[in-house]
C-alpha cells in the first residue's frame, strides 16, 4: 500500500538543505528555506537537487553507465533487475526480516521488487530511484539520488540497497546517508553480488549489449567497480557500521550473493 500525502510529509526533506518542505500531490515543491524547485513528474517528484553534478567530476561517466543500465533493464529486466518470482529476492527478502518503514535505495524502475516478498504485518515500502517517476508503481516512489536522500533523519525501521551500491559514483557517502535516514534501532540490509575477475565471458552476447559503451575509468558497461565480499566489509567499517548478520549464497564457481544486516555502531 502506498503512503498518503500526510504520511510522505512526516518523512520528507528538501534533499539540498534538509528543512521540512511539504509536498501537494501533483504540483511542482519549493523548499521554503533555500528556495529549491522540485518538479512533478507524471507519477512523482523530481527530487534531485540542481547541484548534483557538483560533488563529483566522474558524473558524466555515471550517466554513460545508467544509459547502458536502462537498455539492460529494457531488453532483459528478469537478468538485470528483481523483477518476478526470484529465489534469491525471496531469500534475500527473508533474510531482511522487514517490518514498519523500509526504504529501498536505487530500487529500480519496475512497479514491485520482487525483494519485497516478505514482511511483517503492516510493513511499508518506499523507493528512491533516479529512474523511477515516469510510469505507475505499486509502492512510494521518489526520484532521487542515493547521495542526496530527500528525507528527514532517522525516519526509516530498514534502508536496503538490493544489488544498488556498485552503482553509485562512490558508495560510502551513500551508505552514510543511509546511516542518517535509518532510526536508532533501525537495520540496514545490503545485497552485494561478487562476480570474480576470471568469471569466463559469455560465448554469444545479444546485440544490444554489443552497442553499450564503457566509459573512461569504468570496470565494465554497468559498474565503475564491482564491490567484491572484502571491498563491502571495509566499506560497512569505514560508514561505521556493525555486522549483525551476513549470509553468502553462492550461484556458481565464480559468482556469490553476500547478503548483510548491518546497524549503526555507537562509536562514530
Ligand atoms: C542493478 S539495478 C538494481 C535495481 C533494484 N534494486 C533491483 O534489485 O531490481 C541498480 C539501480 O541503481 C540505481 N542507481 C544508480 N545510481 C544511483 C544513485 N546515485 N542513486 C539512486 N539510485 C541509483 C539505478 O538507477 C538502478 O535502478
Ligand atoms: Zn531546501
Redesign the pocket.
Known sequence: MKLNISEINKIIACPGCRAPMPLIESQDAVCSLCQSSYPWLAHTWNLIPSSWKESSDLWPA?EQL?AN?VVS?RKDPQN????GKRQV?IDFSNFCRFDGLVL???????AW???FASGAEGTRFVG????VGGSEADYTQFC????YLPFRDGVFDHVV????LD???DPLP?LLEARRVCGENGEIGL?VGEKSANTPKPANSPEWYSQLKKPEGAEDV?HFKRLSAADSDRLIDRAGLRIVAREVHEVDQYRSNYFYRLQVTSAT
Not at 528512491?128 to 529512474?131: G, Q, S, T, Y
Open positions: 555515471w545508467q543500465g533493464y538485470n533487475l528483481n523483477v529476492s529501498d535505495v536505487g530500487c529500480g524502475p519496475q521488487p520482487s525483494h528512491v530511484d533516479p529512474l532521487a539520488l542515493g547521495e540497497f538490493a544489488t544498488s552503482h553509485f559514483v551513500v545485497w554497468f
